[in-house]
């Protein structure tokens, strides 16, 4: 009985597993990536700007050697651009086997999140941007909105970013 | 209200006329020489004038049964209670040839029609927001509990000229699903966005939330405001006056409104915002031109005649919303 017990609460653990979420601030509220994606967060440093590059690419930097793009996250989400400040990192992710730098306002904290707390976004976006979003969840009457960086960029514009 | 939410409102109504079946449209000369004469005549009661008119034309009657079915008030009585009349709804008392016209046509119709005698002014609205400013939040059942603010419309009615006909009957609708919902009496809210009003009934109401943190959420359109966490739940926010009357929605008529609450519609997570709460008032299912075609606003049920306003159909506007449409959007 108690082992049958216990292989019930593993299985239920199984469907609600936790996950780890790197939380940033963008215009006053608060996104979350999985914290598996991200590789690190640097503090801003100087962009060098690319010509012709898509209007949602700041520019490149150099991290140890390598030459990593960086998205303007305002932009892709549609929001207001903003001023640089103290508070300004770059946060470096890997999503579809490539590695690139997303810029945001702020870096809060590492959350942990069940499953079963992630709640469906409102499905009344028709802009291309509302399928960035895979979800949401209410964390101390603070939204948190959980954003897929598989889908920050399409197939196509993965592609193009390679080609830089 | 500033004059360009005045006519902002007023334009807005002026468009909703123009919608495919307006060819069947009347607009009666009456109420655009009342627009013009009478600067007393409010806004909101003028476009909802309007609106009526033109729900009145897609009901396939003629505006001037409509001004038939107003309450003709004897001329004694108006000057008596003119003063103290402070609803802006009530029509205000117009130059006295239009009230010579209105006698001369009670006299004439006289053989043909009934008076309804009543005991006082028709339903006083008045904003009930400052009072009410501690409420956070009530249900539907808490809003029917307030027994004491619900004026009885029948108790407080003037003398009514009405067409027999009229009396009890209501025209075959595709709110015909709401109609059989409603009681023969029931209570509706009055609320306020951007000086119109519009009127919900209680039991398709969910509740009332105060507006507090609005969580903006990307990628959505500009009528929807974001996300409010509500009991352990999220509410989806409509910024109603985007949703409501989109191509007059400017940059400074957004900055203007200041919403204050949420009604959420009942069975959904749909709340819309609203600046003021008016009233709730218990009035009869005769007392609305029920709409008989949804054309392209299945969200309106028709309109309030005594308050000159619309009344939501929660029912089709959950679905609209559920669907990611605008007011303007083909539920097709």
Not at chain 1, 73 to 101: C, H, M, N, W
Request: some cysteine; hydrophobic content about 40%.
């Amino acid at each position: 009985m108690k082992d049958t017990r216990n292989v019930a609460a593993v299985a239920a653990s199984k469907d609600d597993a936790v996950l780890q979420w790197v939380t940033f601030k963008l215009d006053h509220e608060t996104y979350g990536i999985n914290v598996m994606q991200v590789q690190e967060v640097l503090r801003y440093t100087e962009i060098a700007p690319v010509p012709g590059a898509p209007y949602y690419v700041v520019g490149i930097i150099n991290l140890r050697g390598n030459v990593v793009t960086v998205i303007d996250t305002r932009s892709r989400f549609g929001l207001q651009p903003a001023e640089v400040d103290d508070s300004t990192r770059i946060v470096i992710i890997e999503a579809e086997k490539q590695v690139i730098g997303i810029l945001v306002d702020s870096v809060a904290e590492v959350v942990y999140l069940r499953r079963s707390e992630i709640d469906n976004a409102p499905n009344v976006g028709t802009e291309e941007s509302a399928k960035f979003i895979q979800g949401v969840s209410n964390r101390d009457n603070e939204l948190l909105i959980l954003v897929d960086l598989d889908k920050l960029l399409s197939d196509e514009e993965w592609v193009e970013l390679t080609q830089l | 209200m500033s004059k360009s939410v005045d006519e902002t409102v007023f334009d807005f109504f002026a468009l909703l006329l123009q919608e495919d079946d307006d060819s069947n449209c009347i607009v009666s000369p009456q109420s655009t020489i009342n627009v013009e004469s009478n600067r007393n005549v409010t806004i909101s009661q003028t476009a909802a004038v309007l609106l009526d008119t033109a729900i009145l034309a897609e009901n396939g009657r003629s505006v001037a049964l409509h001004d038939l079915e107003k309450p003709v008030v004897p001329k004694k009585q108006l000057q008596s209670k003119a003063l103290p009349i402070k609803n802006e709804f009530t029509t205000p008392v117009s130059d006295m040839s239009s009230q010579v016209n209105k006698q001369a046509l009670e006299k004439l119709l006289a053989p043909v029609l009934k008076t309804k005698q009543n005991d006082s002014a028709p339903p006083e609205l008045e904003v009930v927001s400052p009072i009410i400013e501690d409420i956070v939040q009530f249900t539907a059942k808490t809003v029917s509990n307030v027994q004491p603010t619900i004026i009885e419309a029948d108790d407080k009615q003037d003398i009514k000229l009405e067409p027999e006909t009229q009396v009890g009957i209501t025209p075959p609708s595709v709110t015909k699903d709401l109609q059989e919902v409603l009681d023969d009496e029931f209570q509706v809210l009055f609320f306020k966005v951007a000086g119109l009003t519009l009127a919900v009934p209680l039991v398709s109401l969910g509740g009332i939330v105060k507006v507090e943190r609005i969580n903006h959420i990307f990628g959505r359109p500009a009528w929807f405001l974001g996300v409010q966490a509500h009991r352990e739940e999220q509410l989806n926010i409509v910024d109603t006056c985007a949703w409501v009357m989109p191509e007059k929605y400017t940059d400074k008529l957004a900055q203007s409104v200041d919403y204050q609450y949420l009604v959420l519609l009942e069975g959904s997570n749909w709340g819309l915002t609203c600046e003021s709460l008016v009233n709730a008032v218990k009035i009869n299912k005769s007392q609305v031109n029920w709409r008989s075609q949804a054309g392209k606003r299945p969200w309106l049920a028709g309109v309030v005649k005594e308050q000159m306003c619309g009344i939501l159909h929660v029912q089709a506007l959950v679905e609209m919303l559920n669907a990611g449409l605008g007011c303007q959007d083909s539920m097709g």
